[in-house]
């Protein structure tokens, strides 16, 4: 169970990822911290791919103990901190006027009006700590066109930086420990209902092969489920395109 997390904030970073292995490396930094700046020059997403990010977006690691629960169970946690960022910026909306649409896309990003807003990777170090990344666009910026996405500025959600950070950690805070004492099924029922795609065919990018078809659900671990036929294919990790 998670109570409480401690931030450490810089003004200029690298990479808050990088930061993080510095510091456990060194033995500065323990479960529990939280390494965020207000500008990261080097941050990367999946696959090793650059993420770009204006002053002031939202660049965190979070870092957690890594044991053999967690080991087993750490795809999860993608799911976990996707449902926290999309309820976070939830919570600054007008829900009331339905000008928002939070959705998820597998297995680790997460959109705003059908643009995305935000990446997650998550990692592990040294054999006992997970460290969970987290980008969110929070300001307008030329990367935004270079990569079709968007940002809450964008869409006229105005939150001032350290607020956002701390309602998102608040969300994380809450929705680790219901995955901690329910398991993955309160989860997958949360992030099943903003899944862009869901009952649409898709095609999946493995490392070595496609698969298309239809893009039926999750199963209880966080696999993804396409349908073909009579065919069913379990899919843990790869590339989702729509069709």
Known sequence: MLTDLYIKTYDVLDSTQEEAKRLISKGDAIAGYVITTNRQLGGRGKYGRPWKSAVQDVAITIILQDNRESTERSPQLCYVTAVAVGEAILSFSDRALQKFDVQFRWVNDVLLNNKKASGIIIERFQHNFLLIGIGINLRNGQHLKEYNATS????????????????LLKYFIHYHNLWHSYGFLPIKNIWIKRAIGLNQPINVQ?????????????????????SSGTTCSVISAGE???M
């Open 206 to 226: 493995l490392f070595n092969k496609s698969v298309s078809g239809t893009f039926t659900g999750l199963d209880n671990h966080g696999n993804l489920l396409v």
């Open 152 to 167: 809450l500025e964008s869409e006229s959600i105005h939150v001032p930086y350290l607020v956002f950070i701390e309602r």
């Open 240 to 242: 989702v395109f729509e």
